[in-house]
């Protein structure tokens, strides 16, 4: 069973996520608080990462428990996979502060680090700001460990979160590199990971892809422009890949992605993924399939 544990919490995310977005969806078309016009001007409602969050709490409370009252060993597992409710709920909520409020007062001016820290200069915090610094707070408090290790394992998971943010520009875009990536930390897991770790490594792992089988039950809707992930979405699929990585690699490994992170959202400031990707036929290809026929052509 525990070996097929991953396996089990992504479908299970999936279903609860795409049954919640089945049935609330049309309160979120409906209502003009999560409004905003996506890329071809068209108004969806952002923010509907809502309900990978909500998908990820109820299923880590129902096999806890399930667990609690068939009085099995597995609370090393479950311990794990609070880990990650803990971030789903911080980086969740720290994207919906985003989406609700930094969206309306948010220029060109005060986005991207330099935005940021410009309008800190001013003597104005922005919601980007607190998103960052929360995300850095939020990332040292899940993720295992003691001293510096934290530091630099919090920092890997804060960097990832707005990775994914930063892919969040087209339909289903975070939602397909978020699961590739989730796939590339499963197979580090199996090939490098450190197996004294146990069953705890299990949970985490099972934490990670039951985050991002949430996400996945998203996807048709996201790519069928019915609504937009928005950075609570967004946010949190990134984050729980970071935590994936701090699980499967060791030190060594925590540094190289940590800077490879970095790099990618220092990068961004200066270069376009949507331009990178559009100019890259197999990324473009990968990045509109599934989407509509406007998208696509």
Not at 248 to 258: D, R
Request: charged fraction near 15%; include cysteine; glycine fraction near 14%.
């Amino acid at each position: 069973m525990n070996d097929l544990l991953p396996l089990v919490t992504f479908v299970a995310g999936a279903a609860v996520s795409a049954a919640s977005w089945r049935t609330m969806g049309e309160q979120f078309r409906t209502a003009d608080v999560v409004r905003r016009r996506n890329y071809r001007d068209h108004e969806l409602p952002v923010a509907s990462g809502v309900m990978v969050v909500l998908a990820v709490v109820a299923v880590a409370a129902l096999w806890s428990l399930g667990t609690a009252l068939a009085g099995s060993d597995e609370t090393e597992q479950v311990a794990a996979v609070s880990g990650f409710v803990t971030g789903t709920l911080g980086f969740g909520l720290l994207g919906l502060l985003d989406d609700l409020v930094g969206a309306g007062a948010a220029s060109a001016a005060t986005k991207g680090f330099r935005g940021h820290l410009g309008a800190l200069a001013q003597g104005q915090v922005t919601t980007g700001l607190v998103k960052l610094v929360g995300g850095v707070l939020v990332g040292v408090l899940v993720v295992p460990g003691d001293g510096w290790d934290v530091v630099r394992a919090g920092l890997v998971v804060a960097a990832a979160a707005n990775v994914g943010n930063l892919f969040d520009r087209a339909p289903g875009r975070t939602i397909k590199a978020s699961l590739v990536a989730g796939a590339g930390v499963v197979v580090l897991a199996a090939v490098a990971g450190d197996p004294s770790v146990g069953l705890g490594a299990v949970g985490a792992l099972a934490g990670m892809t039951l985050v991002l089988g949430a996400g996945a039950g998203l996807l048709v809707a996201d790519l069928r422009e019915t609504c937009m992930l928005g950075d609570t979405g967004s946010n949190v699929l990134g984050a729980a890949v970071g935590y994936g990585l701090v699980v499967a690699v060791g030190s060594t490994g925590e540094w190289v992605a940590l800077v490879v992170l970095v790099g990618l959202n220092v990068v961004s400031e200066r270069v376009s993924f949507t331009r990178v990707i559009d100019a890259t036929p197999p990324l473009r290809w990968f990045d509109r399939l599934g989407a509509l026929p406007e998208r696509r052509r």
